[in-house]
Each structure stands twice: as structure tokens, then as C-alpha cells.
């Protein structure tokens, strides 16, 4: 019989909190290039471009459709722990493994949806929208975050930011 190792991400420290109003910092041209640029098993870029409507080139500049001003909710994760302790469940997997978002990207990213979704949050933001693909509409959300007080780290070490922005639609 074989063992199957796992490992419960839930056991690892995240905090949420909501920081704003704040500039958003866009870049109106060639800021879906990134998209294009190949990366490991994916040498023309992201297998979205082009085919998902939330991503390049069919998302619409963020400046057309909102205000300027945002709300910032993120979610803090304990990279470096959960790092640490997938380590010890494979110590066999190289870094690129152990640092694979699909292990933990939909987890986290639900996690940030239902907190931008829950009743405190929808009834004191009610005429706004949540944007969940920040840079498909140009915004640089390392900038973004800075103007938040939140200094993102890439590579991620210690800590991972999951982003959602609250935005008010221009009409």
C-alpha cells in the first residue's frame, strides 16, 4: 500500500484585512507583454491570453471603467512556514515543486473570495465591484499594494499576498 503524504494548508497563519482608499498605479500600454513571455512548460505565456475573457487582450484598461481610487483586501500567508513544512512531507521535491502555485493558489484564492464576499464587507462596499485579475486590466499591483503599505516580496519568501480590489465603475 502507499502512503499518501499531504499536508493541510489550513494549519498555516494567513490573516485579512482591507487597506484603501488608494491610488492605483495602471500602465495604459504594453502592460499585457507579461502575459506573452514564456515561462517553465509554457513557452508562448500563458495559456489564458487570448482565450480567457478576464485576461488579455479582452479585459478592458482599468481607468475606462473605474475610478482611480481603490480599496485593497488582501490576504497575508505564512509562505516560508508552509514552505518549511512541505519540505519535511517531500523532502525529494525540488524548490520549483515545493514553490508550485498549484498547490495552494485555489485554496488561497477562495479564502480571499469569501472575505470580499462576506456580509461586513459587501454591506459597507456595496456600489463597488471586486477585481479579481488586477494586472489583466493594467494595473501594476506591486505599486498598488506599496501605495497600501504592503511591500510585496518576489519571490515570495516569507510572506504571500493574495489581492482582490474593491473599484467604483465610473457611471
Known amino acids: ?3 499518501l503524504k499531504t499536508l493541510e494548508i489550513g494549519e498555516i497563519e494567513r490573516e485579512f484585512f482591507l487597506n484603501g482608499p488608494v491610488a492605483v498605479v495602471c ?12 515561462y517553465p512548460g509554457h513557452k508562448n505565456g500563458c495559456p489564458n491570453f ?6 488579455p487582450p479582452f ?8 475610478k482611480p481610487e481603490v480599496f485593497v ?7 516560508g512556514e508552509f ?8 523532502p525529494d521535491w525540488t524548490e520549483r515543486a515545493l514553490r508550485n502555485p498549484w498547490h495552494f493558489q485555489g485554496h488561497l484564492d477562495s479564502k480571499l473570495k469569501s472575505f470580499v464576499n462576506s456580509e461586513l464587507i459587501k454591506s459597507n462596499f ?11 486590466m493594467g494595473i501594476n499591483i506591486h505599486l498598488t499594494a506599496r501605495n497600501a ?16 480590489l474593491l473599484a467604483q465603475p465610473l457611471k
Not at 503599505?149 to 482582490?164: G, Q, S, T
Request: with cysteine.
Open 1 to 3: 500500500m502507499v502512503e
Open 27 to 38: 500602465k495604459p500600454t504594453g502592460f499585457n507583454r507579461w502575459c506573452t513571455l514564456s
Open 50 to 55: 487570448g482565450k480567457k475573457e478576464s485576461c
Open 59 to 66: 479585459a478592458p484598461y482599468f481607468l475606462d471603467r473605474y
Open 73 to 79: 483586501a488582501f490576504m497575508r500567508f505564512d509562505f
Open 83 to 90: 514552505l518549511e513544512r512541505k519540505r519535511k512531507v517531500h
Open 126 to 136: 456595496e456600489n463597488f465591484q471586486a477585481i479579481y485579475s488586477p494586472e489583466a
Open 149 to 164: 503599505e504592503v511591500e510585496l516580496e518576489w519571490p515570495p519568501r516569507k510572506n504571500m499576498y493574495r489581492i482582490i
